[in-house]
């Protein structure tokens, strides 16, 4: 920080302050919201984390057992937009509590609601986690392609983003346009963008069967291929570059730059055993920005894309058509112009659903000793919220695909292969070991069948078994469970009578997403407006803040995009230093072989550090920050209001308010006192509010 006064108020006097705050939120959320805070319960825990007994340091009212409408008025909007609650949607509750399914209607057109349900399908679908070189590795092509990975033109992180969104963004457009969720495990339809769609089309160009052989058939069919990049010419259109009439047909104008020897490069081709190195990898990585050899020779010259950053951003829904193997894949990988005008693409590998995505197939890589396997669990991880664990009564019509090395009748991995080897049998059918299109003719004759909760079919390829899990009863279940646990950072008991109402009203909606949110959001399950078995048998939900529920919230509520710069390369210090605390507040996730998503509830002391040291790094760009700056010293009682209603989310009718804005005065004084400007006064208590129990936890 810019002051030495700050510095020692926010390990000194804030510490104090942040402890004295906590202990007032949790206790009065206790004995107000909560319930009793018995030894155990989560108020007690997180009153016993800021280091303050509330029985000990104040007086309680009686305790009541469910929470007030200011309480989960403001937990359901934070939870769904990020942003606080208003005086207007609490008293409309308070007078009526069903006015909070109107709300949340209305919540749900808000952009904001968007952004926080993109983050959820991307976890949710398993479509994060994803890195270029696991990718290269799953598809059998390490090494087999380059993308720009440094500054100023990191492409690598834009495809690596751009693979994490496409998923989340077609789902968010299937239910935009009225369609049933199932159809997220039905669809060949996808949001993509150009580069997105180049990669989709190399792929397919290389075929990597089980052995690990690639066979490039663009160059099978095309054996003459020859391309140039052109430094002199710098006039050299795109439709001239493709256009095979025109004299400059495959001839890339591009400035090389001062480390390159030779002006003009023409790359012949040559397939070399395998394919690997071609001529059809060198135009791609070209389009990248990297290549290997050539104009830098003995290194790798990176340089600008053919991408323009339009194209990152121009995200279409597109149709994914299939083809057989005689057939030719379009557009083609190169093709600019029409990849940039398409809304359709022709492809050998099949693409249906989530697993059929390159983000997926990034995550669970398979191999001749798992042979799909992982791949199976996670997608009926994924689809049905359950995995392969012996545990089903329910066996596929037949057997015939066991392994006999891991399923001998009577051991004990038998009962949980007789569902999962003919269940792989579908991947099988369809994929090679690599996630390339199947030609191996005896797999895709060996029988694919499933057995699971009372299911059992039969059916051929990825696209059946789509079909099966799509109408499995389970679905309606699996997906009211993960919107939940998500909401509450812990499951629902699924034979909570509450919970089984609201799969049912969903299933009989045909799976309509707004219908499943308005119907949990409103529920007592979420609210704790009034008890449930789930909260008798596992107590109240309260957990800190992931990185997806905190650092939207402060930039919906500050107004400030990617407040935590995770989603930029902002290299400003500033940037710099909040991304590196803001790494280590934990994120939503999830494991091999883990039936729900991977939720952090609890706090600790990194948590604690970071989100403090994020507060106090933010306070720099909100107090006195210039025209734009959103709070001024010269006001700091209409600022210290807004850091109770705004950051803290607690509105003057809140039964907490009063004393929050008192201690934040006291700490804003006692700064002052201590020497400090009142400029750094105000940022200090912006920290201290900023920092509270009920900006960092989620269920105050």
Not at 38 to 47: Q, Y
Not at 180 to 193: F, G, K, Q
Request: charged share 20%; net charge neutral; hydrophobic share 40%.
């Amino acid at each position: 920080m810019k002051s030495t006064h700050l510095q020692s108020l926010t390990t000194g006097r804030l510490g104090v302050r942040l402890r004295l705050l906590g202990g007032l939120l949790s206790s009065l959320s206790c004995t107000l919201f909560l319930g009793s805070c018995e030894e155990g319960s989560p108020a007690s825990d997180t009153a016993s984390w800021q280091g303050i007994s509330p029985s000990k340091d104040r007086v309680l009212p009686p305790p009541v057992d469910v929470l007030s409408p200011a309480a989960y008025v403001s937990k359901v909007k934070n939870l769904l937009t990020g942003l606080a609650a208003t005086e207007s949607e609490v008293a409309a509750v308070r007078n009526d509590p069903a006015a909070l399914r109107g709300l949340i209607d209305v919540w749900m057109t808000a952009p904001e609601h968007r952004g926080k349900m993109l983050d959820f399908f991307r976890n949710a679908f398993q479509q994060n986690q994803v890195r270029i070189p696991d990718l290269q590795n799953s598809l059998g092509m390490a090494g087999g392609f380059q993308v720009n990975e440094t500054a100023p033109y990191n492409v690598q992180a834009l495809l690596e983003q751009s693979l994490k969104d496409s998923f989340s963004l077609t789902v968010w457009r299937l239910l935009m346009n009225e369609r049933p969720l199932s159809e997220a495990l039905t669809t060949r339809e996808y949001m993509l963008n150009p580069p997105l769609m180049s990669l989709m089309s190399f792929v397919d160009e290389v075929q990597v069967g089980d052995s690990g052989f690639a066979s490039n058939r663009f160059l099978l069919r095309n054996p003459n291929f020859t391309f140039t990049l052109d430094a002199i010419n710098q006039s050299i259109t795109i439709a001239q570059t493709l256009d095979p009439l025109h004299p400059y047909y495959q001839r890339w104008s591009h400035p090389f730059g001062v480390a390159c020897r030779q002006p003009v490069l023409t790359y012949s081709s040559t397939q070399v055993n395998g394919g690997s190195p071609d001529n059809t990898v060198n135009l791609f990585n070209f389009l990248f920005g990297k290549m290997t050899g050539g104009c830098t020779v003995g290194a790798v010259n990176r340089f600008r894309s053919q991408w323009t950053a339009d194209d990152w951003n121009d995200w279409r829904l597109v149709t994914i058509e299939p083809i057989d193997g005689s057939q030719e894949s379009s557009p083609r990988f190169y093709d600019l112009m029409a990849l940039r005008s398409t809304f359709q693409m022709r492809l050998k590998t099949p693409r249906v659903g989530f697993f059929g995505t390159l983000a997926f197939q990034s995550n669970w890589a398979t191999n001749a000793a798992n042979v799909a396997r992982v791949t199976a669990n996670q997608t009926l991880i994924v689809a049905l919220g359950k995995s392969f664990d012996g545990s089903s009564s329910t066996v596929p019509i037949f057997d015939s695909t066991l392994d006999p090395t891991h399923a001998t009748p009577g051991s004990s991995c038998y009962s949980c292969h007789q569902s999962l080897d003919p269940f792989r049998q579908f991947f099988r059918q369809s994929y090679s070991l690599f996630y390339h299109d199947q030609t191996d003719s005896s797999q895709r004759r060996i029988p694919a069948a499933f057995g699971f909760d009372g299911v059992q079919a039969s059916g051929e390829g990825v696209r059946d078994l789509a079909q099966i899990l799509a109408s499995h009863p389970r679905f309606a279940v699996a997906w009211t469970q993960k919107l939940c646990s998500w909401a509450n950072s812990s499951p629902c008991m699924e034979d909570d009578p509450e919970f089984v109402r609201i799969a049912s009203v969903f299933q009989r909606s045909g799976y309509r997403w707004k219908t499943l949110v308005r119907e949990l959001f409103s529920s007592p399950l979420i609210t704790m407006s009034r008890n449930t078995k789930t909260k008798e048998v596992r107590g109240a939900a309260l957990s800190v803040a992931r990185r997806d529920h905190f650092c939207v919230a402060l930039s919906n509520r500050l107004g400030i995009p990617d407040v935590c710069a995770m989603s930029t390369a902002d290299p400003s210090s500033l940037a710099t230093a909040i991304r590196r605390y803001a790494s280590f507040v934990p994120v939503d996730g999830y494991d091999r072989g883990l039936e729900l998503s991977s939720l952090s509830a609890d706090p600790n002391p990194f948590f604690r550090i970071a989100t403090e040291s994020m507060c106090i790094l933010l306070s720099e760009r909100v107090v006195d920050a210039g025209a734009q700056s959103r709070y001024s010293s010269l006001q700091p009682d209409s600022a210290m209001d807004d850091f109770v209603a705004t950051i803290m989310t607690l509105l003057p009718s809140d039964p907490r308010a009063a004393a929050a804005r008192a201690i934040l005065r006291e700490h804003f004084d006692a700064a002052r006192s201590a020497g400090g400007s009142t400029s750094d006064a105000l940022r200090s208590t912006f920290t201290l509010a900023c920092s509270s129990p009920s900006s960092v936890l989620m269920g105050l």
